[in-house]
């Protein structure tokens, strides 16, 4: 294992921000922390960082105890949400940075900083102060930097989290390249599912400092272990009482024989999609059931608002195990 957390405990006064953590992270692969804002994702980062100390507990990065290792010393990559550049430093200047506090060699260094800037798609700006470039070319030019020193351990906390949706999309299809490329192990802390299921191979759920689940993005999604991570991983609605996902309802305009039904009480047309509100006749039901479908499907079944529709699961009715 390239990271092993065995008992983390951490608590700042009265707050308990992480209440014992046992985690094993795999050489190589790209793990998501994710959880809701204060659930104690960022500390454990900070912590495998050395960023932090533990009150208990100890990390072992690639069969070393770093427990107790400043963060300097423990051969760590971090990259933070914003981006920490130095201001005065071109981009060439910064991603060489740490090359050049180790003491390297001045060609070595010009020869790594080539080849990563090729690597972050940004050798066109090595020149250019970091001001002058986007929001999403400074955090590639901060991957790049955390990359110079070749980590063992890859840390990005909130990497994308600054940026517009459409560069947070961009990128993230950009990091899963680049880890395929680089195949550092790699840690990242997000409160986007999307983010954390498109991304990663692994994903650990935390919730009020302790884990709730670790999968892979299919496997949380679809067997996922209790409601919170059920409720949290994706949209949830409840039809007949129990949870399911929007897009796992099958919709009629003529099927008595199906239980649920009533009208389109909201139709709403979002990109490729179309989201429904139905609010069933049965009156046990009194929350309505969100459905969605893609506007041929919407368009085949003529919905609009007051239209009286069935549902029933095409998928098994959600529960957690």
């Given at each position: 294992m390239s990271i092993e957390i065995t008992g983390v405990q951490k608590s700042f006064g009265d707050f308990v921000a992480l209440s014992d953590i046992d985690l094993q992270i795999p050489t190589g692969q790209?793990?998501?922390?994710?959880?809701?804002?204060?659930?104690?994702?960022?500390?454990?980062?900070?912590i495998i960082a050395g960023l932090d100390t533990a009150d208990a507990g100890r990390v072992v990065i690639e069969g070393t105890d770093t427990t107790h290792v400043p963060a300097q010393k423990r051969n760590v990559g971090f990259v933070f949400q914003h981006y920490a550049a130095f201001k005065h430093m071109?981009?060439?200047?910064?991603?060489?940075?740490?090359?050049?506090?180790?003491?390297?060699?001045?060609?070595?260094i010009e020869s790594k900083v080539t080849e990563?800037?090729?690597?972050?798609?940004?050798?066109?700006?090595?020149?250019?102060?970091?001001?002058?470039?986007?929001?999403g070319q400074?955090?590639?030019?901060?991957?790049?930097?955390?990359?110079?020193?070749?980590?063992?351990?890859?840390?990005?906390?909130?990497?994308?989290?600054?940026?517009?949706?459409?560069v947070r999309k961009e990128l993230r299809d950009w990091l899963r390249r680049l880890h395929d490329e680089v195949q550092v192990t790699t840690v990242f802390v997000t409160?986007?599912?999307?983010?954390?299921l498109e991304v990663a191979d692994s994903i650990v759920v935390i919730n009020e400092g302790r884990i709730e689940q670790i999968g892979s993005p299919d496997d949380l999604y679809d067997r996922p272990a209790n409601d919170f991570v059920l409720e949290f991983l994706g949209p949830v609605t409840r039809l007949a009482g129990k949870a399911i996902r929007p897009h796992d309802i099958e919709v009629s305009v003529n099927d008595p024989d199906w239980p649920t039904h009533g009208?389109?009480?909201?139709?709403?047309?979002?990109?490729?999609?179309?989201?429904?509100e139905v609010s069933p006749t049965d009156p046990a039901q009194r929350e309505p059931v969100q459905v969605w479908l893609t506007r041929a499907e919407a368009a085949s079944l003529n919905l609009s608002e007051g239209s009286h529709v069935w549902l029933r699961p095409t998928e098994p009715l959600l529960t957690s195990v």
């Amino acid at each position: 294992m390239s990271i092993e957390i065995t008992g983390v405990q951490k608590s700042f006064g009265d707050f308990v921000a992480l209440s014992d953590i046992d985690l094993q992270i795999p050489t190589g692969q790209l793990t998501a922390l994710l959880g809701p804002s204060g659930g104690g994702k960022s500390t454990l980062l900070r912590i495998i960082a050395g960023l932090d100390t533990a009150d208990a507990g100890r990390v072992v990065i690639e069969g070393t105890d770093t427990t107790h290792v400043p963060a300097q010393k423990r051969n760590v990559g971090f990259v933070f949400q914003h981006y920490a550049a130095f201001k005065h430093m071109t981009v060439a200047k910064n991603v060489a940075f740490g090359l050049e506090i180790r003491k390297r060699s001045k060609p070595e260094i010009e020869s790594k900083v080539t080849e990563l800037l090729e690597l972050v798609h940004l050798s066109q700006f090595a020149h250019r102060l970091p001001s002058q470039l986007s929001g999403g070319q400074r955090q590639r030019m901060a991957l790049a930097r955390a990359l110079a020193i070749e980590p063992s351990v890859l840390l990005l906390d909130e990497p994308f989290g600054a940026l517009d949706a459409k560069v947070r999309k961009e990128l993230r299809d950009w990091l899963r390249r680049l880890h395929d490329e680089v195949q550092v192990t790699t840690v990242f802390v997000t409160h986007d599912q999307e983010e954390a299921l498109e991304v990663a191979d692994s994903i650990v759920v935390i919730n009020e400092g302790r884990i709730e689940q670790i999968g892979s993005p299919d496997d949380l999604y679809d067997r996922p272990a209790n409601d919170f991570v059920l409720e949290f991983l994706g949209p949830v609605t409840r039809l007949a009482g129990k949870a399911i996902r929007p897009h796992d309802i099958e919709v009629s305009v003529n099927d008595p024989d199906w239980p649920t039904h009533g009208p389109v009480t909201r139709w709403t047309r979002v990109g490729f999609g179309v989201r429904l509100e139905v609010s069933p006749t049965d009156p046990a039901q009194r929350e309505p059931v969100q459905v969605w479908l893609t506007r041929a499907e919407a368009a085949s079944l003529n919905l609009s608002e007051g239209s009286h529709v069935w549902l029933r699961p095409t998928e098994p009715l959600l529960t957690s195990v």
